[in-house]
Structures are given as structure tokens and as C-alpha cells.
């Protein structure tokens, strides 16, 4: 089993919409999880931490279910400029980040 | 806002050779590291660094690999010997605490080895 596994995507939707990307990760003990976001041959940029709680910031809203390893992200009212690749990450001990192959979306209009 | 820098933005070199990588951490920061990402494929990890010592380095970062500190500012990653398939975008981050603190990436050097 991979160690952070995402949607393939590419999901392609129209502006407005909502779109919801998934993630499971294998190891238990991981304590830490984020959200990345990334452009075309550009750096990972932070989009979000996550928490057991669920946690939300502004159109995004993210969710950790600890008992099925599964992490999700919800984008309300997409933007076209949320176009990007997002990257589900796991930090997999002495900060080591454990990242998914991404989760592609398009937003068009 | 603070950021990570890194120089050179592309390097091109021949098979064999050796490169040094450039990073420039948030001046703050305490941890260090590198990732690279192969052209289409996941980022991955390669090595941290706190406290003038490599924390964790995972299995691609094999001898020809070696990092460091050499002032106050700066830290490098060095392939001795490069190889066609380290051609590669790789990134610095740096973040200010251990596990579970944020890492703040920058933009990356695409290494491009002929």
C-alpha cells in the first residue's frame, strides 16, 4: 500500500462548483497533516493544515478521520485561479514529509 | 513575508560532475531540508537537517549526496558525481520547529544533468 495515496484526478469542473478530493495514508502513528498546494513547476505552497477537528479557512474546508487514516479537502465556489495541483501530505516522523502523487483540478468557466 | 530563496534557478551540467545546490532558509528557522521531484512524479524527501547534523535521510540520498552548513545563512546540497537520472527539480524548505511545524518550500533549482 502506498504511504499517502489521492485521488488521480484530473477533475475538471466549472467555476461555482464544489469539488471534494480524498486521501488515505498507512501509517497509523503519523501525527501531522497538510493540505499543499502546487502550480506548474513551482514549489509547494501550504494551503492548510488539518486537524482531528476539522478545520476550515475560508472556501476550504478540511477533514481528518484518524480511525480510516483518511483526509479529505472540500473547495466551495471554485475560482479559476484554484486551478492547480493539490497535494495531500503526511509528515511521516523527524519531519519527514510523506507526500501524495496530487490530486490534478482544473477550474474552467 | 519571509521566504525561502535558492540559487541557481536552473542548472545544467554534465553526467559525472559535480553541482552544489543553494538554499537560502527563513532566517529564523532552525530545520532544514531537501525534496526533489522528478519530472511527473511526487515530491520526495531526502534529508533534514538541524543542529549542524542530518537528522533522517532517506534511501536516495546515498553517498554521492552530502549537505551543508557552511555559515550563519546558507544551506547546500551536494551531488559529487551526478547521474542522468538526478535530473530533477529539487527543493530547500525550512521551518522553524520539528515534526509537525509548517515547511516553507523555495521555488526550487531544476537540476538537468546531459
Known amino acids: 500500500r502506498k504511504e499517502v495515496e489521492q485521488d488521480p484526478g484530473p477533475f475538471n469542473v466549472p467555476e461555482g462548483a464544489t469539488v471534494a478530493f480524498n486521501c488515505t495514508y498507512s501509517?497509523?502513528?503519523?501525527?501531522?497533516f497538510f493540505w499543499y498546494r502546487q502550480d506548474c513547476r513551482k514549489e509547494p505552497k501550504l494551503l492548510m493544515s488539518?486537524?482531528?477537528s476539522g478545520n476550515e479557512d475560508g472556501r476550504f474546508t478540511a477533514q481528518l478521520n484518524r480511525a480510516s487514516q483518511y483526509i479529505s479537502l472540500l473547495i466551495r465556489d471554485s475560482k479559476l485561479s484554484d486551478s492547480a495541483t493539490y497535494l495531500c501530505?503526511?509528515?511521516?516522523?523527524?519531519?519527514?514529509?510523506?507526500f501524495g502523487a496530487g490530486t490534478r483540478l482544473a477550474v474552467h468557466p | 513575508e519571509p521566504e525561502v530563496t535558492q540559487t541557481p534557478s536552473h542548472q545544467v551540467t554534465q553526467m559525472g560532475q559535480e553541482v552544489i545546490l543553494r538554499c537560502v532558509p527563513i532566517s529564523n528557522h532552525l530545520y532544514f531540508y531537501w525534496y526533489r521531484q522528478i519530472l511527473g512524479q511526487k515530491v520526495e524527501f531526502l534529508v533534514s537537517f538541524y543542529n549542524n547534523e542530518i537528522s533522517e535521510k532517506s534511501e536516495i540520498f546515498d553517498d554521492q549526496f552530502s549537505v551543508e552548513r557552511p555559515d550563519g545563512s546558507n544551506f547546500t546540497l551536494k551531488i559529487r558525481s551526478t547521474k542522468l537520472e538526478d535530473s530533477a527539480m529539487y527543493f530547500c524548505a525550512s521551518s522553524a520547529l520539528g515534526t509537525g511545524d509548517t515547511q516553507y518550500f523555495g521555488p526550487g533549482t531544476r537540476l538537468t544533468v546531459l
Open positions: 488539518v486537524y482531528s
Open positions: 501530505v503526511v509528515n511521516g516522523g523527524y519531519n519527514k514529509l510523506i
Open positions: 501509517n497509523s502513528a503519523s501525527q501531522s
